[in-house]
């Protein structure tokens, strides 16, 4: 880390920490039906008064089945509480679609972020991105063979088929430039890029021999999610990526050391008791899995895991201990406002979060070029 730059660490994590909550909030406020403010704050009020009243109860009431003598209930709060809240259009906006949305837009953004960096440090190339190495297209191969198929719905919990299918693809993929990258005593970042790069342009010729392929209703479809969006219904979709995305996302926060190692260069990293070609593995399939769960549920969204770790790095310097915190914080923060830009400027339509990033990310990247090189 810049010696500089150490005592301003705590602080912006502080601000960005309360960023990310007020625009959380303010998230709610904006779409095609526009809550008024005070009704949330009603909500979220609401939610944080029966969840302490929860607490309150399991406090008084366990204490009192496991003393050896019978103590008098004691009332904190009204224990039959329905405000007028619950039930109201409001309510099941904000817990059906706004909330979970929001929530979505966090971990997608965060996750790409944290993915974007991570991969950058491991080739030791800037423009390494999750999309480079073709997790991505695979991603959105393995979906739109699923939506060519149009397989039914089935009894699986909270995973769709073609989710599924996005899953199964991202992971395919991964294998395979596993098994072209990897070599007898090392593994080589140059046969990752390449065999990414590569896999990834095959990819995207197969999408488009199945757009010719596809009945025209299912094109439509098909054109829909390639663009990337976070519009979900309920927790179902955010709840399926969770045993894919935490672990893959905690294993890439306990190699924070390591990264560090890594981007002096390999001899230097093993020089320094570090078992390279192991940690190069892990943080490869741990960046990859992050990047296949997200794209499963919000399509392939891009510029998130450039933009973002470029901008942190500016801000903060190279140290991944904290860069990989604010990458995070930054790139949910990002897409949550990018989407919520999205389904409100063009409101009663909504525009697909994918094709705004895209269309801020080319602009903004040069800015921090511009600002890099001038001082501005």
């Known amino acids: 880390m810049r010696t500089g730059n150490k005592h301003k660490v705590v602080p912006l994590m502080v601000v960005?920490?309360?960023c990310c909550v007020l625009i959380a909030l303010s998230c709610t406020f904006f779409g095609a039906h526009p809550l008024d403010p005070l009704e949330v704050f009603r909500v979220f009020a609401g939610l944080l008064w029966n969840m302490t009243t929860l607490v309150v109860r399991l406090l008084l009431y366990l204490p009192s089945r496991l003393l050896p003598f019978r103590t008098e209930p004691v009332e904190v709060f009204p224990w039959n509480i329905r405000p007028e809240w619950v039930g109201s259009l409001s309510w099941r906006i904000m817990l059906r679609h706004r909330l979970p949305r929001v929530a979505l837009g966090f971990l997608a953004g965060g996750g790409l972020a944290v993915a974007g960096a991570v991969f950058q440090a491991l080739l030791r190339n800037p423009l390494a991105t999750p999309h480079t190495l073709g997790v991505s297209a695979g991603g959105a191969l393995g979906a739109s063979v699923g939506i060519l198929l149009a397989v039914p719905a089935w009894g699986i919990p909270l995973v769709t088929p073609v989710q599924l299918f996005s899953l199964i693809g991202s992971l395919c993929v991964v294998t395979i430039?596993?098994?072209?990258?990897?070599d007898?005593?090392?593994?080589?970042?140059?046969?990752?890029?390449?065999?990414?790069?590569?896999?990834?342009?095959i990819c995207s010729a197969m999408i488009m021999f199945i757009r010719y392929l596809v009945h025209p209703d299912r094109l439509v479809v098909l054109d829909r999610w390639l663009m990337g969006g976070l519009d979900v219904w309920g927790g179902e979709e955010l709840v399926s990526i969770l045993p894919l995305y935490l672990p893959a996302i905690v294993l890439l926060?306990?190699?924070?050391?390591?990264?560090?190692?890594?981007?002096?260069?390999?001899?230097?990293?093993?020089?320094?008791?570090?078992?390279?070609?192991?940690?190069?593995?892990r943080?490869?399939?741990?960046?990859?899995?992050?990047?296949?769960?997200?794209?499963?549920?919000?399509?392939?969204i891009g510029f998130v895991g450039l933009i973002i770790p470029h901008a942190m790095r500016l801000v903060m310097g190279p140290d991944h201990r904290v860069l990989l915190i604010l990458s995070f914080m930054a790139g949910g923060a990002f897409?949550?406002?990018?989407d919520t830009a999205a389904r409100t400027l063009f409101a009663p339509?909504?525009?697909?979060?994918?094709?705004?990033?895209?269309?801020?990310?080319?602009p903004f990247f040069l800015f921090l070029l511009m600002r890099k090189k001038y001082g501005m």
């Open 335 to 338: 897409l949550s406002v990018a």
């Open 283 to 300: 943080i490869f399939i741990a960046a990859s899995a992050l990047t296949s769960a997200i794209v499963s549920v919000a399509g392939p």
């Open 16 to 18: 960005l920490s309360l």
């Open 184 to 201: 007898r005593e090392r593994f080589s970042t140059m046969k990752l890029l390449l065999a990414g790069v590569t896999i990834a342009l």
């Open 177 to 182: 430039i596993y098994l072209l990258a990897r």
């Open 253 to 281: 926060f306990l190699e924070v050391h390591r990264l560090n190692q890594l981007v002096f260069g390999e001899e230097l990293a093993a020089g320094r008791g570090i078992n390279v070609r192991a940690v190069q593995v």
């Open 349 to 362: 339509t909504e525009l697909p979060v994918g094709v705004l990033t895209a269309m801020m990310g080319g």
